[in-house]
């Protein structure tokens, strides 16, 4: 049985009460802040790392995903607008994005993590975003089906934020889960495998951006055969705006018995880092060995963190479900799209990709935000109401963006109903959401 201690009743100050509070400001914690100081709401944004951007920034991922449709050989089509078109401008204006970059039905668009993180900062700061970072949300206070107050720790101590709707876009549904929410954690309480990112400087790009992926899985399956344990052997290798430098996504993290870590259990969590930061090492040797254009080069960035694909999965007042992403449902509903991939990450060293028909896509509920339960508490991005294998499809940089921006476009809209988030009229949202150059109708672009 765990020791427990009592600690000393404690008046907590409320240092902040803002229309909106975003909780995690990754991909969809900064689209979603944004939007809703953009239709009119005080907004405060909490982050728990030292920058915003997320798994973007933080785990150096180095390529946005589910941004296009792939149509044809020749033609894609967007699927995601509206912020995330300004988060790539102010990008290119740094030279830090790249042209989409296609490895066969697979597509992303190159970036700098680093210069990420400036824009983040410019972004928020250009829509009146509070930011609070080095702050984590420890606990959450609730009255009723509402809740009243997020309490947070940084250096400053234990404080209270006691805003009018709340946004949960921290990954793992921590506030939501705090405050009594239901939810699963992936399928039966098995989620994906992480990966830890890396960065390799010293690269001929000019040969390692041509090889394919499977080109690149024969040469790591003869690493298998010469005796070097590596978990995986899918990759692409992901080019960087600069020079000599390609990203990595190729780790996988397993427990000693096989198993995925649990990333929401702190033991499971911290060996994991560990485990990962071996894998790296791992890989760097391997590729200098065995892939071409890969002989000199060298590991120059770790990410700060592990790449987490799946956690907890809140239930909503609807559920994306598999079948949905297969059939390439359009509901009425629709908040946000994506035509990304299943995306599997399970046992064996292979990645499963389940693609969509080519110029197909799905429309994300507007229902798969708002958690049941709760009169003012939404969820954006990768933590939202879906099955395991609609998650593995939802989950990517591009449809994150998007359902943080339908959902701070919808708090601020609920203010004037005191922040009861399901006074929004749908209607009127994805006017709002399409006013501000949003994609829900996806087409492809001219050829």
């Known amino acids: 049985m765990t020791r427990t201690i009592v600690e000393p009743e404690r008046r907590t100050p409320v240092i902040a009460e803002p229309d909106v509070l975003v909780v995690g400001g990754g991909a969809a914690g900064i689209a979603a802040a944004c939007a809703a100081a953009r239709g009119g709401a005080r907004t405060m944004l909490v ?15 180095g390529g946005f995903c ?15 607008g509206g912020l995330y078109l300004e988060l790539e401008g102010r990008l290119a204006a ?13 597509l992303g668009v190159p970036y700098e993590s680093a210069s990420l993180k400036l824009v983040a900062d410019e972004m928020v700061a250009a829509h009146g975003v509070r930011v609070l970072l080095h702050t984590g949300a420890v606990a959450a206070q609730t009255d009723g089906s509402r809740v009243t107050a997020v309490i947070v720790e940084n250096k400053g101590g234990r404080a209270a934020i006691a805003p009018r709707v709340v946004i949960d876009a921290s990954g793992d549904a921590d506030v939501a889960a705090r405050a009594g929410a239901d939810f699963a954690l992936g399928e039966e309480g098995t989620t994906q495998y992480a990966s830890t990112m890396f960065r390799l400087g010293g690269v001929d790009t000019a040969v390692a951006g041509e090889l394919t992926r499977p080109q690149i899985r024969e040469l790591l399956e003869r690493a298998v055969a010469d005796g070097y344990p590596l978990p995986r052997t899918t990759t692409g290798v992901h080019v960087n705006p600069l020079e000599g430098v390609v990203h990595l996504n190729v780790t996988k993290l397993t427990n000693p018995d096989g198993e995925p870590f649990l990333l929401v259990d702190p033991e499971q969590l911290s060996e994991a880092e560990r485990v990962g930061r071996q894998q790296v090492k791992l890989y760097e040797e391997v590729f200098r060995r065995y892939v071409p254009g890969f002989g000199r080069a060298r590991v120059i960035d770790i990410g700060a963190r592990v790449g987490v694909r799946e956690t907890r999965l809140v239930r909503g007042d609807g559920v994306l479900t598999e079948a949905h992403v297969r059939g390439c449902v359009k509901p009425d509903d629709r908040i946000a799209c994506s035509s990304w991939p299943l995306e599997l990450h ?11 028909p080519d110029g197909e896509w799905y429309g994300l509920p507007w229902a798969c935000l708002v958690v049941a339960g709760f009169d003012n508490l939404l969820v954006a991005g990768r933590n939202l109401s879906a099955e395991h294998a609609a998650q593995a499809s939802a989950r990517v940089a591009g449809p994150c963006v998007a359902m943080g921006e339908a959902a701070g476009t919808a708090a601020a809209m609920s203010l004037s109903a005191g922040g009861a988030v399901r006074s929004v009229a749908v209607e009127a949202l994805q006017r709002n959401l399409r006013r501000a150059g949003a994609v829900l109708d996806p087409v492809a672009e001219p050829g």
Do not use: Y
């Open 47 to 61: 982050e728990a790392w030292g920058c915003l951007g997320g798994t973007l920034t933080l785990v150096t991922l």
């Open 66 to 80: 589910g941004t296009h449709m792939v149509v044809d050989d020749e033609r894609l089509g967007r699927v995601v």
């Open 346 to 356: 399970g046992k064996g060293r292979a990645t499963t990709w389940e693609f969509l």
């Open 94 to 106: 740094r030279d830090a994005l790249l042209p989409p970059r296609r490895h066969g039905r697979i």
